[in-house]
């Protein structure tokens, strides 16, 4: 069975401003929690480690050594 881009998770490249899509999906993992996020609600990433995060205290959270 073939996937469309929006049953599977993106692959995007994180820049300090934006990022850009690498493979076309709907959303991204989140690398804390595991949630899907949407690439329209994703507002939280690290340029560094190439991660996505669900929320401001999780990206905080993995930041300061607390995940």
């Known amino acids: 069975m073939l996937m469309s881009s929006n049953d599977r998770a993106a692959t ?3 820049g300090p ?3 850009r899509v ?3 999906g709907s959303d991204v993992v ?3 929690s595991g949630d899907r996020i ?3 609600a994703l507002r939280y990433w690290s340029a560094a480690r ?3 995060y ?3 205290e999780l990206a905080t ?3 300061t050594g607390g995940v």
Do not use: K
Request: charged letters at 15%; glycine letters at 4%; one cysteine or more.
């Open 50 to 52: 190439q991660e996505a």
């Open 54 to 56: 669900a929320s401001p």
């Open 38 to 40: 949407a690439l329209e």
């Open 12 to 14: 995007l490249q994180y």
């Open 61 to 63: 959270r993995r930041l």
């Open 30 to 32: 989140c690398a804390v």
């Open 17 to 19: 401003n934006g990022f």
């Open 22 to 24: 690498i493979n076309p």
